[in-house]
């Protein structure tokens, strides 16, 4: 593992202690009774990876989780995605408008032709109070290009609003489940143990995708797909 996946590893570490705590300061999308029918949309970067990497995903994690919380939402395999970069966190109504979309696209032809391919190293699971999530340690260029985007995108005049715990050395998520109940007993230790022996793949982004849907990837729009450089 490299320097900066250690410390892409560390500030992971302290997003679960924030967890444990019930501290956490980063933006946190709040249970609703259908994902679903959500009406609170984002406007958001993300890759949609290949139907073979997210079979692996769900028979790897999701089929064995499935069964012990039923109440759950498991997000579809076809709706499974890794953010990039957000832009406007979900919110009913939206908090951007056509323009702030075109301003977006522009940033995003702008910025993504111009960075390199990089890969995610899946290591673990990480429950959150209302959310399971499966974390990747990353190359350095997903740093590159979040803060490219950053600097493009105040310019722009819509800068990021969500709220991080970090500036630096971003990580890849993939949100596999949300639920409002409390999560049934066993539960947890299935997650654990499932993250100990977790066996997915590394996989590599070669695309970004401008889009804005509900927390769930339904009420899905995508505005343009760009490719990243090949190494």
Not at 145 to 162: F, R, V
Request: glycine share 2%; hydrophobic share 40%.
């Amino acid at each position: 593992m490299s320097v900066h996946q250690d410390k892409q590893v560390e500030i992971i570490n302290q997003i679960e202690e924030q967890i444990k705590n019930d501290s956490l300061q980063a933006t946190a999308v709040m249970p609703v009774n259908d994902f679903d029918s959500d009406n609170r949309i984002c406007l958001t970067t993300v890759h949609f990876p290949s139907v073979q990497y997210l079979d692996i995903i769900y028979k790897t994690i999701v089929e064995p989780l499935k069964h012990i919380f039923p109440s759950a939402y498991f997000y579809e395999s076809s709706s499974l995605h890794l953010t990039i970069k957000n832009i406007r966190v979900i919110s009913d109504p939206p908090t951007f408008t056509n323009q702030d979309v075109e301003k977006a696209k522009q940033v995003l032809t702008s910025v993504i032709p111009r960075h390199f391919m990089f890969s995610i190293y899946p290591y673990r699971l990480l429950l959150f109070k209302n959310n399971l999530a499966l974390m990747s340690t990353t190359d350095e260029e997903l740093d590159r290009i979040i803060l490219h985007m950053n600097t493009e995108l105040k310019k722009a005049g819509i800068p990021d609003d969500k709220q991080y715990i970090n500036k630096r050395f971003f990580f890849s998520n993939m949100t596999i489940a949300r639920f409002g109940d409390i999560p049934p007993e066993g539960f947890k230790d299935a997650v654990t143990k499932l993250s100990s022996n977790l066996n997915v793949p590394s996989y590599h982004i070669d695309s970004v995708s401008l889009i804005s849907s509900n927390a769930v990837m339904k009420k899905l729009t995508v505005y343009d797909t760009l490719p990243l450089k090949g190494l």
